[in-house]
Structures are given as C-alpha cells and as structure tokens.
C-alpha cells in the first residue's frame, strides 16, 4: 500500500479502529487525522478510511462495516484491513480475541458477553488499565504524526503484531513439514507424542505454534506430550501438553542425561539426541491408570 494519509472518525475510539490504523501504519508510515472524510478522500486510493465513510471499498482504501447489515456476520474495521493484508484466516487461527473484538464492536457488551457465556460484571473483571488509557490518548487529538509518542507506539504495535501473525503462519507450515505423532506403548497402553526433531524453527522455537497446529488437525485431545529441541542447548525438552495428567517428568530424575526435571513435573530437559532415548524417556515418565491422582 501507498497511502498518503489515514482518516478515522473523531470523538470517542475502540478497538478496532484503533487497531485497523496500527496495521495501516505498518505497511505506510502516513498521518492519521481523526474526522469525516471529504467525496473526493473517499474515491482516492491513497487515502485509507477508517471505519468511517459507509463504504467498503478495498480498491479505493475504504474500511467501513457499518453499512453492514444487522444479521451479517460480525464483522469490524479491524477485520477489513486485516482481509486487505491477507491475513485475516491466520489472525482468527493466532489471535483468539478476534473474534470476541469482532462481536463487542458490532454487537456491544451485553450480547457479546451472552455469546461468550459470561456476565459483563464477570467481562470487567478482565478489564486492563491499557486498552482504555490508549484509546483515551488516541480519542484526544484530532491528528496522529509520524514522530508523535503515540504514532510511535501505534505503528511499533502494528509491526510488532503483523509480524507474529505472519511468523505464525510460517511457524505453521514448519511443524507441518517436520513435526511427527509417534505412538509409543508402555504397561500394554498406547500414548501419542507430537515431535519436532528439525532445529531450524522460523521463530528459533520449535514449540511455538503447536497448540494451534495440533488443534487445527484435531490431535489438540489425543497428544498428551511434545518432544522439542531445546532452545537453551543442545538436546531436547520433554514436556506435557495440554497439562495431561498421565506425564510425569520428575520420574526422570537421577537419569545421566538428564540434566532438568521440574518439581511440578511437566518439563524436563535432556541431552539425549536419538529418537529411541526420548521415547525411552517419554516411557518412564508416563504414568499407568493405577499411577495417576
């Protein structure tokens, strides 16, 4: 994108305008001035609008949802420019709050707190001094200037943010490409570990990511640990997934080659390499029926 400037509207800001103008920013470091836009801004390409405008009209920058109509799908500022940038499919896989910023805005509290299945006095016990102290500054000036704190800190967050989303997509591809389900047996029952031998993450992790990767190949349930490089050294960590009860990995205690066991029994750190020695590993730290509490 080109864009010689960014129009959103005045008076109070939310989340999602706020936000569309940080990704905005990220990909065009342009002023972004708060009010109504002119006939003549909305039919020029190089002037982005902003949840403002009645129109949606990705050729000619226009990223307004309120013309919408009231059964369509939730569907926010924030979601039309995360669409114009291509990513808003990894968005809703990465950022679990989208969906929920996508309903308050269009929705409101009452019925997005119904949706979600909570209270708004429940909603406001998770309220954070951020969001509202940002929007208040953001709200306070009619114009936002390369150079600006706030302008600074707007397109930081938007690099920051457009950069893991696409981080993760690549992280995604990676476990695909390289991850492995090994079954292991052990007392006559089977336990499935998600592995990740490769040490060349994008992310310089290899276990980022595998949450959303195991859940979107429906494995989040049956997987009970993961095998990954360490990122601190040479060999591997072992460590439960989905905190499940049948791993215990302070059984690995006292073992030569391992060199980390955590009280609380969900991570330990080795120097083995081979395949055979971490599902070795992986066997003695699982726990038979007659073993769990």
């Known amino acids: 994108m080109n864009?010689?400037?960014?129009?959103?509207h005045g008076g109070g800001a939310?989340?999602?305008?706020?936000?569309?103008?940080?990704?905005?920013?990220?990909?065009?470091?342009a002023p972004i001035e708060r009010r109504d836009p002119t006939e003549d801004e909305l039919a020029d390409a190089s002037i982005a609008?902003?949840?403002i405008g009645?129109?949606?009209?990705?050729?000619?920058?226009?990223?307004?949802?309120?013309?919408?109509?009231?059964d369509a799908v939730p569907t926010c500022a924030l979601s039309l420019v995360l669409q114009q940038l291509e990513l808003y499919e990894h968005a809703r896989q990465f950022c679990d709050w989208l969906e929920a910023t996508e309903h308050f805005d269009c929705c409101g509290p009452k019925e997005t707190g119904e949706w979600i299945g909570v209270t708004?006095?429940?909603m406001r016990r998770l309220d954070s001094p951020i969001d509202p102290t940002i929007l208040r500054l953001f709200s306070r000036q009619s114009a936002h200037l390369p150079g600006d704190p706030l302008w600074e800190i707007m397109r930081a967050l938007g690099t920051e943010w457009a950069g893991y989303?696409?981080?993760?997509?690549?992280?995604?591809k990676f476990l695909a490409e390289h991850g492995e389900f090994w079954e292991i047996e052990q007392d006559g029952a089977t336990f499935e570990v998600f592995a990740?031998?490769?040490r060349n993450s994008p992310l310089g992790d290899a276990g980022a990511g595998v949450g959303f990767h195991l859940k979107a190949l429906q494995k989040d349930q049956s997987v009970v640990a993961l095998a990954c490089p360490d990122n601190r050294g040479e060999g591997f960590g072992l460590r439960k997934f989905n905190d499940s009860p049948v791993m215990e990995f302070t059984r690995l205690e006292g073992e030569?080659?391992?060199?980390?066991a955590h009280k609380r029994g969900f991570i330990a750190k080795t120097s083995a390499q081979s395949t055979e020695r971490l599902k070795e590993l992986l066997r003695m730290a699982y726990l038979g029926a007659g073993e769990r509490t």
């Open 3 to 8: 864009l010689a400037k960014i129009i959103t």
């Open 165 to 172: 989303v696409r981080g993760m997509a690549g992280q995604i």
């Open 196 to 198: 990740i031998l490769d």
């Open 14 to 29: 939310h989340r999602d305008d706020f936000l569309a103008c940080c990704l905005l920013l990220s990909e065009c470091p």
């Open 54 to 70: 009645h129109r949606h009209e990705p050729k000619n920058s226009n990223f307004d949802h309120h013309q919408f109509p009231r």
């Open 49 to 51: 609008v902003v949840d």
């Open 256 to 260: 030569s080659d391992v060199h980390f």
């Open 120 to 122: 708004p006095e429940q």
